[in-house]
């Protein structure tokens, strides 16, 4: 049963602490992509990376968030420091480029609650 | 600047009855549309797809038609049952540019019984 695993599924933290979430796709997906979902925003599109390079970052803030893929079963992503505005859920999914409609397959997301 | 706007927060319908759930894009680019579905502490997963080429695309109960001139798009479910009472999110892509799927905010439907 392949699915896209995420790690730690809830995370409360205190300000200016830093926190990092785990995602494992699905293996033989080299499209890795990282979400925030917020009630106002709804699904914003962080990062994602191609055969483990990084194509687009530019819905990330720049200043304390990181992404990266140490390996093709790994994508990391990390906020130094961390701060209230941060809290919500963030998903990863993971694709295979070319397919039909750019299907994308998203883990059960990370729930982050920074105080 | 929201490129797929889901203009209904919320939607309730009773149990038998007809769901229709509205979009509306504004990338003419656009090649490929998709609805995906999300339930409570779980992540989104995908419900059906359209392409550009094509008006109507129907999968059981489910029906998405394409307005292009209109650049809009609805999702309805024939009949709605309670199980279908979740985050719906409309979302788009243009696959000759990139890998990105842009989502819209979600419409929350609730089933009544």
């Known amino acids: 049963d392949a699915r896209v695993t995420q790690t730690p599924r809830h995370k409360v933290t205190e300000m200016g602490q830093e926190v990092t979430m785990r995602c494992q796709p699905i293996?033989?997906?080299?499209?890795v992509f990282w979400y925030r979902q917020t009630m106002m925003q709804g699904l914003e599109l962080l990062a994602y990376?191609?055969?483990?390079?990084?194509?687009?970052d530019s819905g990330m803030p720049k200043d304390r968030f990181s992404a990266e893929m140490p390996d093709a079963t790994l994508a990391t992503l990390k906020i130094q420091p961390s701060e209230p505005r941060d809290s919500a859920v963030y998903f990863c999914?993971?694709?295979?480029?070319?397919?039909?409609?750019?299907?994308?397959?998203f883990g059960p997301g990370t729930r982050l609650t920074v105080l | 600047d929201q490129q797929v706007k889901q203009n209904s927060p919320s939607l309730s319908v009773q149990e038998g009855r007809i769901s229709i759930l509205n979009c509306d894009y504004t990338?003419?680019?656009?090649?490929?549309f998709l609805w995906y579905k999300k339930y409570p502490a779980e992540g989104p997963t995908f419900l059906i797809s359209?392409?550009?080429?094509?008006d109507k695309n129907e999968d059981g109960r489910f029906t998405v038609f394409l307005n292009k001139s209109a650049k809009h798009l609805s999702l309805h479910i024939v009949p709605s049952q309670p199980g279908d009472s979740a985050v719906y999110f409309c979302?788009?892509?243009?696959?000759?540019?990139?890998?990105?799927?842009?989502f819209g905010k979600g419409t929350r439907l609730h089933i009544l019984p």
């Open positions: 999914a993971s694709g295979i480029p070319g397919s039909s409609y750019n299907e994308q397959f």
């Open positions: 293996l033989g997906h080299n499209t």
């Open positions: 990376f191609r055969n483990r390079a990084p194509l687009d």
């Open positions: 990338n003419s680019m656009f090649d490929y």
């Open positions: 359209i392409s550009s080429i094509k």
């Open positions: 979302a788009a892509s243009h696959l000759n540019r990139d890998d990105k799927i842009i």
